[in-house]
């Protein structure tokens, strides 16, 4: 159902409807998401090979017609583009996967695009408490924008005994590590409530290991999930979270530390890489 010229959020994630996820009815797990069939290449017939299916960092790129999610087009593109990657996915990991609800204590571990999108996430779904940890206090400082009640620099402070300490000693219902870390991992597993639930949204390197004793995992019961781009269903959640920003709910301007020109995308994973932005947006 798309023309030329129609408003769009390109997504990595396009449903087959035919796998085996999809015809369990569970399609934000699709196993064969779609990608544009035919190679993309320059003018001059040089491969190439588009991040994620996307491939972005360009004028022109080409992707399948599921990839294309129609949206609002009141939306400002630099804010709209946004969706289509980190504020989904730590948006998701909060409300999709963490399933984060009304009066629940919430804890977000690394607070970057992606974690401060889950503090969004978990404040717009009625969370009671939503309390930041990270070790920079500007990041901390721009959680409290995103819906953070409280907020742990656990680079002085065991962050384990200060979610304890602020959830009545129990320990937060959901955790979401937006890092990706063994050390992170361990300190969410540690600052759940019994029974609680931990997301892992941050990506961890290929080679780290993670080890913890299995009669904790036994004993506290609950729930350890990974959330793969927010378990999001793209048709479906871009148009809401589009929507709740044109309503003023989600500060999708407040992701946007600055924008760039194609030229400066290199300098800017320099500075994605120094922790100095949560994102830097690039405007043809």
Same mark, same amino acid.
């Given at each position: 159902?798309?023309?030329?010229?129609?408003?769009?959020?390109?997504?990595?994630?396009?449903?087959?409807?035919?796998?085996?996820?999809?015809?369990?009815?569970?399609?934000?797990?699709?196993?064969?998401?779609?990608?544009?069939?035919?190679?993309?290449?320059?003018?001059?017939?040089?491969?190439?090979?588009?991040?994620?299916?996307?491939?972005?960092?360009?004028? @022109?790129?080409?992707?399948?017609?599921?990839?294309?999610?129609?949206?609002?087009?009141?939306?400002?593109?630099?804010?709209?583009?946004?969706?289509?990657?980190?504020?989904?996915?730590?948006?998701?990991?909060?409300?999709?996967?963490?399933?984060?609800?009304?009066?629940?204590?919430?804890?977000?571990?690394?607070?970057?695009?992606?974690?401060?999108?889950?503090?969004?996430?978990?404040?717009?779904?009625?969370?009671?408490?939503?309390?930041?940890?990270?070790?920079?206090?500007?990041?901390?400082?721009?959680?409290?924008?995103?819906?953070?009640?409280?907020?742990?620099?656990?680079?002085?402070?065991?962050?384990?005994?200060?979610?304890?300490?602020?959830?009545?000693?129990?320990?937060?219902?959901?955790?979401?590590?937006?890092?990706?870390?063994?050390?992170?991992?361990?300190?969410?597993?540690?600052?759940?409530?019994?029974?609680?639930?931990?997301?892992?949204?941050?990506?961890?390197?290929?080679?780290?290991?993670?080890?913890?004793?299995?009669?904790?995992?036994?004993?506290?019961?609950?729930?350890? @999930?990974?959330?793969?781009?927010?378990?999001?269903?793209?048709?479906?959640?871009?148009?809401?979270?589009?929507?709740?920003?044109?309503?003023?709910?989600?500060?999708?301007?407040?992701?946007?530390?600055?924008?760039?020109?194609?030229?400066?995308?290199?300098?800017?994973?320099?500075?994605?890489?120094?922790?100095?932005?949560?994102?830097?947006?690039?405007?043809?």
């Amino acid at each position: 159902d798309l023309v030329p010229g129609d408003y769009v959020v390109l997504a990595w994630r396009a449903p087959c409807g035919a796998c085996r996820s999809c015809r369990r009815g569970r399609p934000w797990y699709c196993f064969d998401s779609r990608n544009a069939a035919q190679p993309m290449t320059l003018l001059d017939g040089t491969p190439l090979t588009p991040a994620l299916g996307i491939g972005a960092f360009a004028e @022109k790129t080409l992707v399948a017609a599921g990839q294309a999610v129609k949206v609002d087009a009141a939306a400002r593109p630099e804010a709209a583009g946004l969706i289509g990657c980190g504020v989904m996915a730590g948006y998701g990991a909060a409300v999709h996967t963490g399933g984060v609800g009304s009066g629940d204590t919430v804890a977000v571990i690394g607070c970057g695009g992606v974690g401060n999108a889950a503090v969004a996430g978990a404040s717009l779904a009625g969370a009671r408490r939503v309390i930041a940890v990270d070790i920079d206090d500007r990041k901390l400082d721009g959680a409290l924008r995103f819906g953070a009640t409280h907020t742990v620099n656990s680079r002085g402070t065991d962050p384990v005994e200060a979610v304890r300490q602020l959830t009545g000693g129990h320990g937060a219902d959901v955790v979401i590590d937006a890092v990706g870390r063994p050390e992170t991992y361990r300190q969410g597993f540690e600052m759940r409530d019994l029974a609680g639930t931990l997301v892992l949204v941050g990506v961890p390197e290929p080679d780290v290991k993670l080890e913890l004793p299995l009669i904790e995992v036994f004993s506290r019961g609950g729930a350890l @999930k990974s959330s793969w781009y927010g378990d999001c269903l793209p048709s479906r959640d871009f148009p809401v979270l589009i929507d709740r920003y044109l309503s003023g709910r989600l500060d999708l301007e407040g992701f946007i530390t600055e924008r760039i020109s194609l030229e400066e995308v290199e300098s800017a994973f320099d500075t994605m890489r120094a922790g100095r932005v949560l994102r830097s947006v690039v405007v043809l």
